[in-house]
């Protein structure tokens, strides 16, 4: 280039024509720029390299063929040579005609004037891409062996037959198992390999040594470490030198640790089995192809390259096409097959889909993919074979087209059509549905609500259902349908709506003007006849009114005649438990005998608990359940009974509580309430055997005459359980209140649940009242009369025992030995000392001897005096006498409100609670 420099070559006014001829005839690529640092000239060489042209390559246009990533380093290489007037050289990637980048070097020198005026670069680019790639493969190389040596993986070892010497470095003496610093010898090599490997071992160290046979010594053999037992695989290779006579005078060779490639290469035969195991396990079709995407005809092609057994039996392919091409081995398969493979293998897009063959006679879901290996594309095919569901969808679809009325499938949450009979388009006025969503195909039906209700099908699962639902396609006259929304579900999961009904407009229409014309029709005889239907209505409410007196009398007597006899049932079997219950739990609390007559003592205790509670309920029947009213949180009580109902009617059943704000108090007792309300959810959750929803309501109502609960008129709360379930016909709701009248199957059910709800609303001085329609549900109003706020304080009772706890002296008096016995061995075994009376005139006997006790716990009702009136008189005698009356007798009157009572059957942890 210094002759060019020196020459005239370059003029003011651009490159002269001789220099042209020259560069374009240059074997490399020459550039020229003006002192601005603009390409005034590149000659023809760059021009065929980089396919640009003198428009798009002169000024900066020649960095446009630069690498991206190289263009930034160059161009500021560049302009700081041009800024300080200075040769530069430097490397870079540039763009071949092909579009591929080669590496160049690009070197030059700075012009200058006669006057010294600094006028620009000339400089040259070559083509260095062989030679770099040989200087990376240098350095590749390089590199290799270095990290070798760093890691000491590969060990060098020498051995001299003559001397019977052997060399090795620390890596191959930590091969056999011997420290660094070890001194070594050929007995270490022969004593550290495997047994099992020795002899060809040595047989290969041999055959190498051999003048005659000068083989290479290339082994893998395993060894048993000298100081750690270790053992370990190696592997060596080595070649015997020898001298002019032919004598060996060393074996020269390496020795690499090969361990962990053994460990791989049988947990790689293991996991293999592994995979055949699970290949031919799976149930489902799979398969390998290799895809030819260059057949012959410019066709694609392809071949199974691996296949279980499951793929022959659901595709029905014979086994002898596999490895063969299937447009030769299956000349009639569907053309869609070989395009989609092919479009798989060329994209790398998944895809899924469902397909039938007319060759194979079958459907198939299919799963297809691309993977890698070997030279052409491979697709990994998973099929079922689907024909059974796909027949069943066409008896399926057949049968809707046969029905009368119209029929659509609809899938996913943008309800897409799916299929529609006949009978649907022709409703929809023939418009093209398949494949598109109902906004996309109803635009005029969205301010309709058809949409929205779609979308709550969907969410919630429940159906909907419409008679005489009004529809108006676009501008034409509104028509009439019966319409139902029916969730699909897949697994329990909605995935789609079955949309049925039918087009009633023309009955809807007729059906107006037969009501027109009935009602003038009416409207005459109306007129001609008022008179006497006045009388008539007036007699037909006369003589109702005579039958609703008469059957309420009826049944007022028969509710009272089986009141009294659950009632004294119920003190029997109150009198008959309070001894089981009370023995049984004092000797459970004692923990008399071993586990296995613990274990009959708690069994024992839990079914005279079940016996307690049914006397319980035939008391609430009998109205004569011993009641404590006191003032209760309505509000709060339902809402810390919802996770036991919840859990007691189970995760089908929707609870929902809706109680009203600012309640005041209700009057009842609050165990009675609760029994009663857990109850009538078991009720609702029996009705309701697919699922449903139960609402436990409470708010406050002012109830005016003649309400259909016959109560006074006035304030009352009203408890409120209604379900969606099966309901009850008429004959089921006039007996639902009689007890042990039951609809449910034996042993699911006393019949006393509706009974002993009514028992306790009308103890309370409310009512309970059934509404019920057949498949629509049931609705109990449970009606509680609300707290007189002169009851909200303490009472006399509260005050009663408001005394601490202290054990003393009980007089004990009732006239069954038995319960006064059991009695009596609960109260020693809490502390007390206990004085027996069988009557009440007995105890006053002992009184007047001058007995003092702390305590009376005595019986109501007794021959002679009453528990009730004994209490009074120990009152007047001794004044701060303690009491508690116990009873399981059905009737309770003249025991005043203030005194404490405790109801029979007991156990000593409620006798204590009451004793304080």
């Known amino acids: ?32 720029t ?67 980048y080669r590496w160049a070097i690009d ?89 099992d490997d020795r002899e060809p071992t040595l047989s290969a160290y041999a055959a190498a040594c051999d003048p005659e046979r000068r083989a290479m010594y290339d082994v893998e053999y395993r060894t048993i470490g ?6 370990r695989w190696v592997a060596a290779r080595g070649r015997g030198v020898f001298d002019a006579s032919g004598a060996c005078v060393r074996v020269i060779g390496t020795a690499l640790d090969i361990t962990e ?55 029905g392919f014979p086994r002898d096409i596999f490895g063969q091409w299937l447009r030769d081995a299956a000349p009639s398969l569907e053309e869609h097959w070989f395009d989609t493979y092919g479009r798989v293998a060329r994209t790398g897009e998944a895809e899924s889909f469902e397909q039938g063959s007319d060759l194979l006679g079958r459907w198939f879901d299919v799963h297809a993919y691309r993977f890698s290996g070997g030279e052409r594309p491979r697709v990994a095919i998973l099929f079922n074979d689907i024909s059974a569901r796909r027949k069943a969808e066409a008896r399926q679809r057949a049968m809707l087209q046969k029905m009368p009325g119209f029929v659509a499938l609809l899938s996913g949450p943008d309800h897409v059509f799916d299929y529609v009979n006949d009978a649907y388009s022709q409703l929809v006025q023939g418009r093209k549905v398949i494949g598109r969503s109902a906004r996309e195909v109803f635009p005029d039906l969205v301010d309709q609500g058809f949409n929205a209700l779609l979308d709550e099908v969907y969410r919630s699962g429940q159906p909907f259902i419409a008679r005489t639902f009004p529809i108006q396609f676009g501008d034409e006259a509104e028509r009439f349908i019966d319409l139902i929304y029916e969730p699909i579900r897949d697994g329990g999961e909605v995935t789609g709506i079955f949309v049925g009904g039918y087009e009633i407009t023309e009955r809807v229409r007729a059906e107006a003007a037969l009501q027109a014309l009935a009602g003038e029709l009416e409207q005459t005889v109306a007129d001609r006849t008022s008179e006497l239907t006045s009388a ?183 408890l409120s359980v209604a379900d969606t379930g099966i309901g009850m016909d008429e004959t089921t709701l006039a007996r639902a209140v009689e007890p042990f009248f039951s609809t449910k199957g034996i042993g699911q059910g006393t019949g006393l649940g509706l009974s002993m709800a009514h028992g306790l609303a009308s103890q309370l001085g409310g009512a309970l009242t059934i509404s019920s329609k057949p498949g629509l549900g049931t609705n109990i109003d449970l009606w509680l009369p609300p707290t007189d706020p002169r009851e909200q304080g303490d009472g006399p009772a509260s005050l009663l025992n408001a005394a601490p706890r202290a054990h003393g002296l009980v007089l ?23 004085v027996e009376a069988g009557s009440a005139e007995d105890a006053l006997q002992k009184i007047d001897q001058g007995l003092r006790p702390t305590w009376l716990v005595t019986d109501h009702l007794m021959p002679g005096m009453s528990g009730a009136e004994l209490a009074l008189r120990l009152k007047d005698v001794l004044g701060d006498v303690r009491v508690l009356i116990i009873s399981g007798y059905a009737d309770v009157d003249g025991v005043p409100a203030y005194l404490p009572r405790l109801t029979k059957p007991f156990k000593t942890s409620e006798l204590s609670a009451a004793l304080v």
Request: glycine content about 8%.
């Open 1 to 32: 280039m210094a002759s060019i420099e020196s020459s005239e070559t370059f003029s003011a006014n651009g490159i002269d024509t001789e220099f042209r001829h020259l560069a374009d005839d240059a074997p490399v690529m020459l550039w020229v």
């Open 536 to 718: 008539l209505t007036a007699l037909r409410l006369e003589i109702v009114e005579r039958e609703r007196a008469e059957a309420a009398l009826r049944q007022s007597q028969k509710l009272e005649s089986m009141g009294q006899l659950t009632g004294g049932v119920a003190h029997d079997f109150n009198n008959l438990l309070t001894p089981i219950i009370g023995s049984l739990d004092l000797l459970q609390r004692k923990a008399v005998g071993g586990p296995r007559e613990q274990r009959l003592i708690g069994g024992a205790i839990q079914s005279a608990e079940r016996a307690r509670v049914l006397v319980q309920r035939l008391l609430a029947f009998a109205r004569r359940q011993p009641l404590q009213p006191v003032p209760i949180d309505l509000g709060g009580l339902i809402a810390e009974m919802a996770d036991l109902i919840g859990s007691t009617v189970g995760p089908q059943i929707k609870v929902i509580v809706d109680v009203e704000a600012d309640l005041p108090p209700a009057r009842g007792d609050e165990n009675q309430i609760e029994m009663a309300l857990l109850n009538l959810a078991v009720n609702a959750r029996d009705a309701m055997r697919e699922g449903g929803d139960l609402r436990i309501s409470a708010n406050l109502v002012q109830i005016a005459a003649d309400h259909p609960s016959k109560l006074s008129p006035g304030s009352y709360l009203r």
């Open 261 to 315: 490639r053994k460990l791989t290469e049988a947990a790689l035969v293991e996991s293999e089995a592994r995979y055949v195991a699970l290949f031919e396990a799976i149930e489902a079709g799979f398969c390998v192809v290799e895809v030819d995407l260059d057949a012959a005809g410019g066709r694609v092609d392809y071949r199974v390259v691996e296949a279980n057994p499951a793929f022959y039996a659901e595709t």
């Open 34 to 100: 003006d002192a601005g640092g603009r390409c005034i000239y590149l000659n023809q060489r760059w021009y065929e390299h980089t396919g640009q042209t003198p428009e798009n390559a002169e000024g900066y246009g020649w960095l446009d063929a630069s690498h991206p990533e190289d263009r930034e380093r160059a161009e500021a290489i560049f302009l700081d040579a041009n800024r300080r007037q200075a040769a530069f050289q430097l490397e870079y990637r540039l763009r071949s005609r092909d579009g591929s």
């Open 812 to 834: 004990l008096v009732d006239d069954e030995d038995t319960v006064r016995m059991t009695t009596a061995d609960m109260l020693s075994d809490l502390g007390f000392a206990v």
């Open 107 to 195: 070197a030059a020198r700075p012009r200058f004037g006669a006057l010294g005026e600094f006028l620009g670069f000339v400089g040259s680019v070559v083509d260095i891409q062989e030679r770099h790639q040989a200087e990376e493969r240098l350095a590749f190389s390089e590199e290799r062996l270095r990290l070798a040596t760093d890691a000491a993986e590969i060990g060098l070892w020498d051995v001299d037959p003559r001397r019977d010497t052997l060399f090795w470095p620390p890596s191959i003496k930590q091969m056999f198992g011997i420290s660094a610093e070890a001194t070594v010898s050929m007995a270490d090599y022969y004593a550290g390999l495997h047994p």
């Open 226 to 231: 000298k100081e750690d037992g270790v053992v």
